[in-house]
C-alpha cells in the first residue's frame, strides 16, 4: 500500500526502510525522546533498527499494529512516521501516533498524512473510531487533530509515564467513522 501526494508518500514499513529509519530516528533524538522514547530506543543502531523493523512487518502482517513511514519521493528519504496502534478489535477502535522530522515540521504534512489515512483506517483496517492522545502542551498534535474532524473527549489522567518516570495526563480526540 502506497498513498502518494505532492512530493510525498506514505506507505508501511518494510525491510528495506531499517536504515533510513535509524537515520531519521537518531537525527532526531532529541525531538523524539520525550514521547517517542520506545521507538528511539529500539532504532539507535543499524543493527536494532533491523530488528524492529522485522518486529513491526510481523505485527503489520497479523493485524496488530500498523507503521507506515512518510518518505520524501526525491530522495525516498524517512521524513516521518504514522502508527496505527492500540488496536481494540471488539469495538473497532484505533489510536494514531505520529511524528516528523525537525526540518519538516510546521509544514502541515502529517496533517495532510493524517487526512490521507484516515480512509485506509476505516476501509481497510475496518476501524469505526479513530483516536489521538496528546499532552496539553503540544499545540500543534492538537491542531493536527482538529484539522482532521477529531473531536476532544476528555483528559486522560495519569495517561503517560516517560522515560523519566514523570507521569502525564493526556488529550483524547477522536474521530467516528461517518455512517453511511
Known amino acids: 500500500m502506497q ?26 533524538s532529541e525531538r523524539f525522546k520525550a514521547f517517542f522514547s520506545q521507538t528511539l530506543q529500539q532504532t539507535l543502531t543499524p543493527t536494532l533498527a533491523e530488528l524492529f523493523v522485522a518486529k513491526k512487518i510481523k505485527q503489520y502482517m497479523a493485524q496488530e499494529e500498523f507503521l507506515f513511514t512518510i518518505k520524501e519521493n526525491t530522495n525516498r528519504t524517512i521524513i516521518g512516521l504514522i502508527y496505527v496502534k492500540e488496536l481494540h478489535k471488539v469495538t473497532y477502535q484505533g489510536e494514531l501516533a505520529y511524528c516528523i522530522g525537525y526540518q ?7 496533517t495532510r498524512s493524517i487526512k490521507k489515512l484516515i480512509p485506509w483506517c476505516f476501509d481497510e483496517a475496518g476501524l469505526r473510531t479513530l483516536q489521538i492522545i496528546v499532552h496539553h502542551s503540544n499545540l500543534a498534535s492538537k491542531k493536527i487533530a482538529e484539522n482532521n474532524g477529531f473531536i476532544w473527549k476528555q483528559t486522560l489522567p495519569k495517561e503517560y509515564t516517560r522515560s523519566n518516570g514523570e507521569v502525564l495526563d493526556m488529550e483524547l480526540y477522536e474521530l467516528e467513522k461517518p455512517k453511511n
Open 3 to 28: 498513498i502518494d501526494f505532492e512530493n510525498y508518500s506514505i506507505s508501511h514499513i518494510q525491510e528495506k526502510d531499517a536504515w533510513r529509519l535509524c537515520d531519521f530516528m537518531v537525527s532526531n
Open 104 to 110: 519538516y515540521e510546521g509544514k502541515g504534512i502529517i
